[in-house]
Each structure stands twice: as structure tokens, then as C-alpha cells.
């Protein structure tokens, strides 16, 4: 059982470059969430989604596109890559606005 | 508003004895509140969460955490640690509703052999 699968789970990019961190669910649950993680800072909220079709802006949504159309999927897209979008990024799903499974995370680097 | 304060950005326990992590949230309402494990390079686990039933909830892995409303606290606990129980834990809370959750900034654990 896979719950929640984030590729690639490491990337380099160059800064301007775009790029699509992906997220599948195979749990169907219908919330969706995807988080930023740096040192001291806990996990902040980029992003979130309450149903296929239907996304809204977390607490740091500057840089980052989403879209929700299949329950399973949730990308979320660097539109042009800043050295400060340097962080972990995790996936999130749940029944609601409490996020239950997490995926193991992507690393992202923006020289 | 809503924001969480893990008092701790550290703590250091020996193997055996007992965990307490602290945490205080600030809500308007009546939230609800979760404690969450991560182990290094891995994602988040949920460990316990309370939702306006019992005031002291039970949790996996031998962890349990008590609402107390008049201090505004969930503090997590434990009675005998274990090396496997070193890792980062975080305090969120949240309102009962379809709202966004708030993460506190993290407590490191330690589990010294």
C-alpha cells in the first residue's frame, strides 16, 4: 500500500528553470495539501486542494501553481525558479483540513 | 489568529526515562490539536490528535498528550523513551472545520543510551 508517492525525491535546478514536483494518492482521499519545510520553521502551507477541481492558497503561496484534476494527483509547479524556493517540499493527504499520511518528501535545490 | 509555540527547539532524554515536549497553542476557537513524528529524511507521521472528546489522548508508540484549555497547552509525554523515539516532533493546531493547519516550529529529541 503506497499511500502517498512524491517524485523525484531529489532535483537540482538552475535558477529561472520550472519544474513539476508530482503527488499521488492511492487512498482516495479527498484532501490535499502540499507543505514547504526549512530549519526552525516547521512545515508551512503552500498549497491545498478539497476536492478534484477545487484548490486555494495556503500560507505561502507565492511561486507555486497547483491544480487538482483526478482525486490521485495534486503537481505542483515552480513557475520560475528563486534560490529562496530552496526547502523540502512534502505531499499531504486527509479527510479534511487534518492531514493524515505524508509522503517521504522532495528536496529540492535552486542554485 | 491562531499559532503554535513548541517551548523546546531541543531536548535531550536518557534511554528509560520519561519524555515531556511542550506546547502552546493561541486559537479564537475551540481547535483541534496534533502531535506529529518525523524520523530523519522521512515524511510526517500523526502520532496522536485531539478533537474536542477526552482531554487526555492516547497516541501510538506508548505516547499520550493532555488538553489542558485554562493553560492552553498539549504537551506530550512518555514514560520510558526509547532510542527509536529519537526524532523531530511537531505541535499543529488547527480549527474544526475546513480551515488551514498552523505547524509549530519543532522540538528535537535526543535519546541518550
Known amino acids: 500500500n503506497a499511500g502517498v508517492t512524491q517524485t523525484p525525491k531529489f532535483q537540482v535546478l538552475k535558477t529561472g528553470q520550472s519544474m513539476t514536483l508530482q503527488c499521488a494518492q492511492d487512498?482516495?482521499?479527498?484532501?490535499m495539501s502540499w507543505y514547504r519545510q526549512d530549519p526552525g520553521m516547521g512545515l508551512r502551507l503552500i498549497h491545498y486542494?478539497?476536492?478534484?477541481?477545487?484548490?486555494d492558497q495556503g500560507e505561502v503561496p507565492n511561486g507555486y501553481n497547483v491544480s487538482r484534476s483526478t482525486t490521485e494527483d495534486f503537481p505542483l509547479r515552480l513557475l520560475s525558479a528563486a534560490p529562496s524556493q530552496t526547502s523540502v517540499y512534502f505531499c499531504a493527504i486527509g479527510r479534511s483540513n487534518q492531514p493524515q499520511h505524508f509522503g517521504d518528501g522532495t528536496r529540492l535545490s535552486i542554485l | 489568529a491562531q499559532s503554535v509555540t513548541q517551548l523546546d527547539s531541543h531536548v535531550s532524554v536518557s534511554e528509560g526515562t520519561p519524555v515531556l515536549l511542550r506546547c502552546n497553542y493561541s486559537?479564537?476557537?475551540?481547535?483541534?490539536l496534533f502531535w506529529y513524528v518525523q524520523h530523519p529524511n522521512k515524511g510526517l507521521q500523526l502520532l496522536l490528535k485531539?478533537?474536542?472528546?477526552?482531554?487526555l489522548v492516547k497516541g501510538i508508540n506508548g505516547f499520550e498528550a493532555e488538553f489542558k484549555k485554562s493553560e492552553t497547552s498539549f504537551h506530550l509525554t512518555k514514560p520510558s523513551a526509547h532510542m527509536s523515539d529519537a526524532a523531530e516532533y511537531f505541535c499543529v493546531v488547527t480549527k474544526t472545520s475546513y480551515d488551514k493547519v498552523i505547524f509549530g516550529p519543532g522540538t528535537s529529541l535526543s535519546v541518550i543510551p
Open positions: 487512498m482516495n482521499h479527498e484532501y
Open positions: 486559537s479564537s476557537y475551540s481547535p483541534s
Open positions: 485531539y478533537t474536542s472528546a477526552a482531554t
Open positions: 486542494s478539497v476536492g478534484a477541481g477545487i484548490t
